[in-house]
DNA sequence: CAGTATTTGATTAAAAACAGTCATAATCAT
DNA sequence: ATGATTATGACTGTTTTTAATCAAATACTG
């Protein structure tokens, strides 16, 4: 198939560069620039590429962060919203966990230049604030999950104990009336011990995320301070989450960040 | 001087960002537009920055490897060939722990699709073997130096010491007779919990290091198992390696075709 | 082969970013 | 202090990019 394949020689072209113009790559393959709008806005949609005024930038970010769990491509607009709205939550000079997944690492962007002392278990979230010199970084340690890129295991619950924090930002795959869901035994063990440390528990998670059930429970609705969640959410959903005492920030995905 | 103040803070975000657009930066600043543009064009200037329409790139070291150590480029002919004939010192199957470093990365880069359990506490090592499904990957938790991406500190210690290794393989600043040295305190206690935690230690250091002395001893020279370096290393020093029990293996930097 | 769906490229108005200019404010040296 | 120099922010018209629309071309399906 011409499309696909035209796709593929975009994306290499854009990661040959890591910066490419529309008009550019209009040329070079051959097409209008409509065109690579349109597959640009796809790659996207992947995860893959990252739309700026202007042109594209490679966002497999780098061969560093390879394409850590698929699912990045997903809701890309909605979690950028929810983290645009989930960054002022936390204050500077706070000390706060960030968890991994992708909407935890949109905040975790959004965090990086700010004054904080940061706790991750997440590797892509690590490399972020790693040479940012206005926070500090405390890496939790443990074993590496290679397709999500974060640590878990006795060694990071072990950790964890021993550490205590004013918030956490966390990641779930699923929410139920009986309360979070997450796919990992481990992560989700790692994750209650993430809460316990922290003073205020915040969750991110888009509005797709409500009633689907995932492998392992993490906690009860009522044990979470604070849910970010974007504007597609229902309603009665809505009144669930504020039934359950939690504070609900809805984003509003409609504009592309600033 | 504030404007220079500002220019620092101003490439620190660029660079944290990768990317950023210019009413961001003037908004987060507190600066007009016009300012922005000023100090990026400058900033563009001395080549710290890329300026694209609608916003800024940062073009300073490489994104792949983010700076980690300006002396990644010092003797790096030499640091690859010792990386060369230090990774078959590791055997399939075996676990390791590999410390932080230009050299240690260089024989980590070598060891990526082995079958290995790893053992790091080095961001850049762990993200080479993050998505490496031949091996395991144990990350070691504590304080991120933001110079090298080492984690390091009591936590760091502490998870160390529940741990039991095959291999060791270390990084040293320097070498005199008193031993090997470092010029981190808390890294070198923690390369201390390392070598507890291993049955062998090897240490990789190019000719440079002997003779130079360093912020903080290390250990003994007897207590090291192996030593790798190049052949520019000198005869006396040589002997006295040997005199001190350790296998000394020489790599030869040659001139290939890079 | 006809009919439908998808992909493509041109065209448009609207929005964003650009370079340049100028008056004001801050800083510096005398 | 004073005058000169520089830094800054607002404003302008111009250029570029964008999103959206639509008709033509291409590929699929029964």
Redesign the pocket.
């Known amino acids: 198939?011409?499309?696909q394949e035209?796709r593929n020689r975009l994306l290499e072209l854009i990661r040959a560069r890591s910066f490419a113009?529309?008009?550019e790559l209009a040329d070079v393959l051959?097409?209008?620039?409509?065109?690579?709008?349109?597959?640009v806005?796809q790659l996207e949609d992947q995860g893959a590429a990252r739309?700026?005024?202007?042109?594209v930038l490679y966002a497999g970010a780098s061969p560093k962060i390879p394409h850590f769990d698929a699912s990045q491509s997903a809701r890309w607009k909605e979690k950028k919203a929810i983290a645009q709205r989930s960054a002022p939550l936390v204050e500077d000079g706070e000390t706060v966990i960030l968890d991994g997944g992708s909407t935890t690492y949109e905040v975790a962007r959004l965090l990086v230049g700010r004054s904080l002392h940061v706790v991750t278990n997440s590797l892509p979230v690590a490399n972020l604030f790693a040479a940012d010199a206005s926070s500090d970084l405390v890496l939790i340690g443990g074993n590496i999950c290679p397709r999500t890129g974060n640590t878990q295991g006795p060694l990071a619950d072990k950790m964890l104990a021993s550490l205590r924090v004013q918030k956490t930002i966390l990641s779930v795959a699923g929410i139920k009336e009986e309360g979070f869901f997450n796919n990992n035994l481990l992560l989700v063990q790692t994750e209650q011990a993430m809460m316990r440390a922290a003073d205020e528990v915040i969750v991110v998670a888009d509005s797709s995320k409500f009633g689907r059930q995932s492998l392992a429970h993490l906690c009860a609705l009522g044990a979470v301070d604070y849910l970010v969640s974007d504007s597609g959410m229902d309603q009665a959903w809505q009144a669930k989450v504020r039934a359950a005492g939690m504070h609900l920030v809805l984003a509003e995905p409609v504009v592309?960040g600033t």
């Open positions: 198939m011409l499309a035209r113009a529309l008009p051959g097409v209008s620039e409509s065109t690579i709008r349109r597959d806005e739309r700026i005024h202007g042109g592309e």
